[in-house]
Each structure stands twice: as C-alpha cells, then as structure tokens.
C-alpha cells in the first residue's frame, strides 16, 4: 500500500506491507537519509492525518488501521 509520511516539512510517498511495523520502516528510511536520525532519548510520535489521533509506533500498519493513501506525521517527543 502507497501512503505518505512527513516530518517537518519533509514529505515522502512510500510502499509498505500491511505488516510491516511503522517504526521499522521509519528507521529504514532515516538508514536511508530520507529524514534526520532522531535525537537521544526522544520518542517517536505517529499522528494519522485520517484518523486524527497518535498512532503506537510499535505497531504494525494494519493494527494501526493506516490504509492506502493516509498521510502520517512524525514527530519526536523529549
């Protein structure tokens, strides 16, 4: 499935697996240098744009319930 992830004003369409998890392809894409590593000790938050409220990083994408063509918003928390 095609859904888009940004992060400031960085924005990215990308192809994932249902089952992949969303921290997982998160951390391929900073290995990847499509976003900044984030900083020490800050925690990773999803927000999903369709469903207006913070997804569980730790989830996959289907126990998340991101569907094809969601957008997500990336942001850290310290």
Do not use: C, H, W
């Not at 997982?24 to 900083?39: D, H, K, M, Q």
């Not at 800050?42 to 063509?69: A, D, K, W």
């Amino acid at each position: 499935m095609i859904l888009t992830i940004m992060e400031n004003e960085k924005k990215l369409d990308v192809i994932v697996k249902p089952e992949q998890r969303i921290r997982e392809v998160y951390r391929i894409l900073v290995e990847n240098g499509r976003f900044a590593p984030p900083l020490s000790g800050m925690q990773l938050q999803v927000y999903s744009m369709r469903q207006q409220r913070y997804i569980n990083p730790m989830l996959t994408f289907r126990q998340g319930n991101i569907y094809e063509g969601d957008v997500l918003r990336i942001n850290e928390k310290g």
